[in-house]
């Protein structure tokens, strides 16, 4: 079966964050994306996710937050090259949007749904800036997961990072990669 969205879905890949170049989606085009991106199922219209936006110097400030935890969080001290590879990390792409998982305290809304909620609208803000033609990737590297980074980013005990999502013009077109073996993955219940 083929049809434009069958097609745009098949051929869909992510762009490595270091071959994403500017232009990146305009300010008008990234409201579009992330009001897209949030589309997703939402048990009880919670929510339970939030966005923040790194472009332009944004970028160069959080990577010095990046090399400050870098310092303060590793076992040995890094290198200075380390040093300018953390500073450097949001600048591989013009645009990187955070997806904040918010769980929210609720009856009824398991926890586990919400932090898939969250998933989907790291995908679905992916699919959304591909529609519009920029490549994206979707990662979270050891910064999602450093006290010091989720300080910086005023994160609450119950928040914790779903993705960063890199965005800009794709330098090439991504390789596709082997894909999974359907006939290992799919069982028709009773077996």
């Not at 997806?99 to 305290?105: E, F, M």
Request: charged share 30%.
């Amino acid at each position: 079966m083929s049809t434009p969205i069958f097609d745009f879905l098949g051929q869909r890949r992510s762009a490595k964050p270091d071959r994403l170049a500017e232009p990146g989606p305009t300010p008008d085009e990234l409201r579009q994306i992330l009001k897209t991106g949030a589309r997703v199922p939402d048990h009880k219209k919670l929510a339970p996710w939030r966005f923040i936006v790194f472009r332009d110097e944004a970028r160069r400030t959080m990577g010095e937050v990046f090399a400050k935890a870098c310092e303060t969080e590793e076992r040995e001290p890094p290198s200075p090259v380390r040093l300018d590879m953390e500073r450097a990390r949001f600048m591989r792409a013009p645009v990187v949007v955070a997806v904040v998982s918010s769980i929210r305290n609720r009856p009824g809304v398991p926890e586990w749904e919400q932090i898939l909620s969250a998933g989907a609208v790291c995908f679905n803000t992916c699919l959304a800036a591909n529609a519009l033609g920029f490549g994206t990737s979707w990662i979270s590297e050891w910064i999602a997961y450093s006290p010091s980074v989720r300080a910086a980013l005023g994160l609450s005990e119950k928040e914790r990072i779903a993705g960063f999502i890199y965005m800009g013009q794709p330098m090439d077109k991504p390789d596709d990669r082997e894909r999974p073996d359907m006939d290992k993955l799919v069982t028709e219940w009773p077996a």
